[in-house]
């Protein structure tokens, strides 16, 4: 299994990234998928999550409204969308697959991680 996630690097707060991620070695519509987000020396974060139909769709608080999962099962690619970026949105991002329907915040129910894509927000 392999993710591999594209589409970071350097914008202007206010600004917008999308970021993809590309799934091979499994059968991408029987994952829900997620994206985290960390900074170092700081824990993991959830920012979101979708279902494997992309039906149900899940958002960190600090995160709603701004930014958008969205699936394309035929591609085998979840993407993120990232609105009104600001300066604390700046992170390595990753996805994750869970071989489950339901969407989950938990990162430790994910069984399969990328490799990350660095997200820089300057003021």
């Known amino acids: 299994v392999q993710l591999v996630e594209s589409g970071g690097g350097l914008v202007q707060a206010g600004g917008s990234l999308r970021l993809s991620c590309a799934a091979s070695?499994?059968?991408?519509?029987?994952?829900?998928m997620g994206w985290f987000r960390q900074v170092p020396g700081k824990e993991r974060e959830f920012v979101a999550a979708i279902s494997r139909s992309g039906g149900t769709t899940l958002y960190a608080d600090s995160v709603k409204g701004r930014f958008t999962i969205s699936r394309d099962n035929a591609k085998s690619t979840v993407y993120l969308q990232m609105n009104s970026l600001k300066p604390e949105d700046t992170a390595v991002y990753y996805c994750?697959?869970?071989?489950?329907?339901?969407?989950?915040?938990?990162?430790?129910?994910?069984?399969?991680w990328g490799q990350g894509t660095q997200v820089t927000v300057s003021s």
């Open positions: 070695g499994l059968t991408f519509s029987s994952y829900a």
């Open positions: 994750a697959a869970r071989d489950r329907a339901w969407v989950t915040r938990n990162g430790d129910e994910y069984d399969y």
